[in-house]
């Protein structure tokens, strides 16, 4: 046999070892890399501390009793009664989740399940391009379209803002999100369960309330939790239409003006005198801010225990 | 016992298979459910003409000078505009898309394409995920206590240096702070696209014997690039609408007087103001002034233009490469 | 296929295969991959038990046997790609050219730079046909320029060595992906070869191409071998017995108490031996389609 091609001499063969210049380059990309990654962590470890070391401060110096059972939340007047911030914001989320939910899930389950494949792909963009419309627009329109026209004929008042107003923004603003985790969700469904109703002679609304919704239900979960993290989150709406500026009487009513957590959070810091303001002020900005971290942490947590159960499912 | 014919039968199934009479219920769900989207859809189209009509004072008729003219205490006022909002929101949209976008990217292919599954990948993972859900007026916090006040963490680290950095309540604590809150963003969608690359492709560039990071570089990144760059216009977009994190690390309403050009580096280390806090101050302001109603609705013109043409670009992008790809 | 079996075979199955070698008429190439109890691991699960072989220079190799039972994983052993799956884990002596190639120190990317591969899927880059086969010269550094000159000439040459430069010569700056799938593949080749590798691992090369494309590689494989060793991974009979110089037979054993599958290195041999006269009754089996 005649060799015709020696592809490799001896010594390029030498070694396997690789340039010593090239594994230090992607030495270095790779502890690049890493650094970007573990820099959320760092963000994350830095809330954290910013959140607690100042909460700690006013936790620590502030008279218990001026946090409970007072007039309302009074902050310059070192006055921070904590229930006037929950109930506003307990009422800002029912609301939003009343309006948001049956349009939100109404509007996955055509698009899911009903809308024809041409609808689908002009209907669906337009939603998520409207997903990204800022809240403060939303909060202009609470306060000078929604309260005058909506809010006035539910029997509230339409010439100022209020809870209602803002919680009915604050759901707009919700739709498309629950409209997405849940389709997401129900697409997820697979086909076989669909055929296997439509086989027994299920007509298509038996199927879908009876096979498709339950099957998605940890993914509606999900929706529904990440929305009211969402809806308790909301700043800008609640701000600007939620009726009140720097201070709150506490109400049980959502026909009145309040703050929620947020709101009283950005109405704090807004204004001439940014933050300052007498002893603690500063430091109750942080504390009601932990509060809400918190909250809305278990909240996230609780749906990505729901989206993990449904991935595990199919 | 009776002899049926197959022609008896035949006729009976041909009755029911005609059904007992139209299923009503099925079509008045249809029609809910459908309503119920078409509803969403007429909620924003009545928003989109609410501040069209509310702003077409100012858009209509000085829609240059509204653009070019800055903060004035009263509504009519030739020189009034959102110029200084502007330039608010385009020095923090420069300082997202340098700082969130390479570090999101990298941190997406760190997490796709070199972390083992370990403690410390899940515990990344875990930090990312929980970040995106964390409010954004929360985020405002994180500034104000990193970038705006002076603070030591821990008792040692000192963080003194960025203040001075940023100068406190500046487009660069801004710019900084909203590129944070949008890292998780820009990090989950393109961990998405990344690993949406074939791996056919991968072993095609490794087979060859490219490095790792050449694969990357070569392959993934050009693969993945247009659903990286529609999460990095979303984030954008967000970005740019984003308020409530600004209101905490001291945007303002009043008091600005300079008009700085968008060049004008100097102005990055004065106060500020952006577009989304025009918009708030207006609103408030409209109590004592009418006008400035007209002057919020056409400032969320603005606004809405910039933002929904990122969006729509975004999601265009990607539903064309879906398509494309199949 | 013709197969004549002459005598009761005594031999064990599992006792080398080495020992029936040097018979045939070929002149001996020097070694290139030497395997000695190779074992692959993913995570505890045993995937290939025990390999020995030795692959020699300018022969094609080839590799057959049922699915499951491991051939597509020692080829992959060859250039280090199971580095690629996290939980795969190599054990075992593992030799190139007399150097160990998981050796600390060793560098996959090295290895592959001279051990190229052909995948079974045929998966040119969406680019150009041109910057497919230029790929491997540039990102290894052979060429300094973007393009004309050395670059030419080796993406010429590549082409040519795999038998397509006819039908992209016109249409070089076209994407590859506006090629047929056998085309796609033989520019896969060109790829792979454009870096002037030593060995070439080809794993079901032909397994998603028509009749006439298989064709196609097959006389090109015979044409490159003066140059590249071959090593193919094949489930087609047919395919190993036209092409190769010496076969190994993988197949399956079924572990009862954990229900898990591993590779055995059933037997190695010239090709028409393992064709005509296995040794094992196993082999003998499946080649004359008893089994598998």
Known sequence: MTVTHMPHSDAELGSLSGSPRRLRREAIIKQVLFGAAIFSVVVSFLIVYALLSEAWIFMRDIDWSTTWGQIGWFPRRGIYDVPTLLVATFWVTIVAMVVATPLGLGAAVYLAEYARPGVRKILKPILE?????????????????????????????????????????????????????????????????????????????????????????????????????????????????????????????????????????????????????????????????????????????????????????? | MAIVTVGDVARKNAQTLQGAGRDVGGTIFRIAVAGTLYVSLLIIGVLIFDVLFDGWDQLSTRLGGFLSGTLRSRSIDDKLGVHQGLYGSFWIAAFVAIIAFPTGIAAAIYLEEYANQNRTTRFIELAIRNLSGVPSVVYGLLGLFLFVEKNTILGFIGLGWLVDLTGGPTPISAGLTLAILVLPIVIITSQEAIRAVPSGLKEGAYGVG????????????????????????????????????????????????????????????????????????????????????????AAIVVLLVVVLLLNMTAILLRNRFEKKRG | MENVVSEQQSKSPDTGTDTRRAEGPKVEGDVVFALSNVNVFYGAFRAVRDVNLQIHEQEITAFIGPSGCGKTTVLRCLNRMNDLIAIARVEGDLRYHGMDLYANGVDAVEVRRRIGMVFQKPNPFPKSIYDNVAYGPRITGMVKKKKGGDLDDIVENALRKAAIWDEAKDRLDSSALGMSGGQQQRLCIARAIATNPDVLLMDEPCSALDPIATAHIEDLMQQIKSEYSIVIVTHNMQQAARVSDRTAFFSVEVNPDSDTRTGVLVEYDHTDRIFSNPADPRTESYVTGRFG
């Open chain 1, 129 to 314: 391009i409207l997903a990204g419309i800022p809240s403060v627009v939303l909060g202009f329109f609470a306060l000078l379209w929604i309260a005058p026209n909506v809010v006035a004929n539910l029997g509230g008042e339409g010439g100022r803002g209020s809870i209602l107003a803002a919680g009915i923004g604050v759901g707009i603003l919700t739709i498309p999100l629950i409209a997405s985790i849940s389709e997401d969700a129900m697409k997820a469904v697979p086909d076989a369960l669909r055929e296997a109703s439509a086989g027994m002679g299920a007509r298509k609304v038996t199927t879908v309330l009876r096979v498709v919704l339950p099957a998605a239900i940890s993914g509606l979960a999900a929706a529904m939790i990440v929305a009211v993290s969402r809806a308790m989150g909301e700043t800008m709406v609640v701000f600007m239409a939620g009726g009140a500026a720097d201070a709150a009487i506490f109400t049980s009513s959502p026909y009145d003006g309040s703050l929620t957590m947020t709101a009283a959070m950005a109405s704090l810091a807004s204004g001439t005198d940014n933050v300052v303001g007498e002893g603690l002020t500063f430091q109750s900005l942080f504390f009601v801010g932990l509060l809400l971290f918190l909250i809305t942490l278990a909240l996230n947590m609780l749906a990505n225990f729901f989206v993990r159960r449904i991935r595990e499912q199919y």
């Open chain 2, 210 to 297: 490219a490095t790792k990071s050449e694969m990357i570089r070569t392959q993934v990144l050009p693969y993945a690039a247009p659903g990286i760059l529609t999460g990095t216009l979303l984030s954008m977009s967000r970005a740019i609408g984003e308020a409530a994190p600004l209101i905490l690390i001291g945007a303002i309403s009043g008091g600005l007087t300079a008009n700085p050009s968008f060049v004008d580096v100097t102005a990055l280390q004065d106060r500020f103001t952006a577009l989304p806090i025009l918009i708030v101050t207006w609103v408030s302001q409209r109590g004592r002034d009418e006008g400035f109603a007209t002057a919020a609705a």
